[in-house]
């Protein structure tokens, strides 16, 4: 089992920061890119940000000089670092991993369960 927990969500006023965390856990082989998406109210999720295993990164441009995201491979664990945080960053967060478990070397993408991010004043 496999299992993707997030936390670092909240309300903050505009301008503020955030860090979110997801840490990765269970029968993990190998994980490959993880990834941060958003869903915003009435909208589809959509990619915040994502890296792969070696440190490349690549940010939706409404994010692009704001957010940072980095990670921890020996934690199994991502990080989302957002700053000069807007109204419109107001959504769910949620994280991502392409992984491998052990034994059958199976590969897919894992989800964690979601984070509420409110930005207001």
């Known amino acids: 089992q496999v299992q993707l927990v997030e936390s670092g969500g909240g309300l903050v006023q505009p301008g503020g920061s955030l860090r979110l965390s997801c840490a990765a856990s269970g029968s993990i082989f190998s994980i490959y890119a993880m990834g941060w998406f958003r869903q915003r109210p009435g909208k589809q999720r959509e990619l915040v940000a994502l890296?792969?295993?070696?440190?490349?990164?690549n940010y939706a441009d409404s994010v692009k000089g704001r957010f940072t995201i980095s990670r921890d491979n020996t934690k199994n664990t991502v990080y989302l670092q957002m700053n000069s945080l807007k109204p419109e960053d107001t959504a769910v967060y949620y994280c991502?991993?392409?992984?491998?478990?052990?034994?059958?070397?199976?590969?897919?993408?894992?989800w964690g369960q979601g984070t509420q991010v409110t930005v207001s004043s």
């Open positions: 991502n991993a392409d992984l491998q478990v052990v034994v059958t070397h199976t590969r897919a993408l894992y």
């Open positions: 890296i792969t295993s070696g440190g490349g990164t």
